[in-house]
C-alpha cells in the first residue's frame, strides 16, 4: 500500500488567503487599539500633572490669605489700639477751646 501525498484543494487555498486576511486586520485593530490605549493613558498623566500643580498652586494661595488675613487683623488691632491712645490722650489733655480764658 503506497499513500499518495495529499494535495489541498481550491478551496483549502482559499481558506488559508482568507484566515491570514483575518490576521492582518485583527493585528491592524489591535494595533490601533494599543494606539488609543496609550494615547489615552498620555493624556490621563498630562491632566494628573496639571491637577497636582493647580492643587499646589491652590494651596499655596490658602497659606498666603491665611497670611494676610493674620496680618490684616493685626493692623486692625493697632489701628484700633492707636485710636484708642489718642482719644484717651484727648481727654486727659485739655484743648484750648475747652479753657476759660483768665478775664471771666
Known amino acids: 500500500m503506497t499513500t499518495q501525498p495529499e494535495v489541498p484543494s481550491t478551496n483549502e487555498g482559499v481558506a488559508l488567503n482568507s484566515d491570514t486576511q483575518r490576521d492582518d486586520s485583527s493585528m491592524s485593530l489591535e494595533h490601533a487599539l494599543v ?8 493624556r490621563i498623566a498630562y491632566q494628573e500633572h496639571w491637577l497636582d500643580t493647580l492643587d499646589e498652586a491652590v494651596a499655596n494661595q ?41 478775664h471771666y
Request: net charge negative; aromatic share 0%; proline share 8%.
Open 62 to 102: 490658602e497659606r498666603r490669605l491665611t497670611q494676610l488675613e493674620r496680618i490684616n487683623a493685626l493692623m486692625k488691632k493697632k489701628l484700633r489700639d492707636q485710636q484708642q491712645a489718642l482719644q484717651d490722650t484727648d481727654m486727659a489733655t485739655p484743648r484750648p477751646e475747652d479753657e476759660i480764658p483768665p
Open 35 to 42: 494606539t488609543r490605549i496609550e494615547a489615552l493613558e498620555s
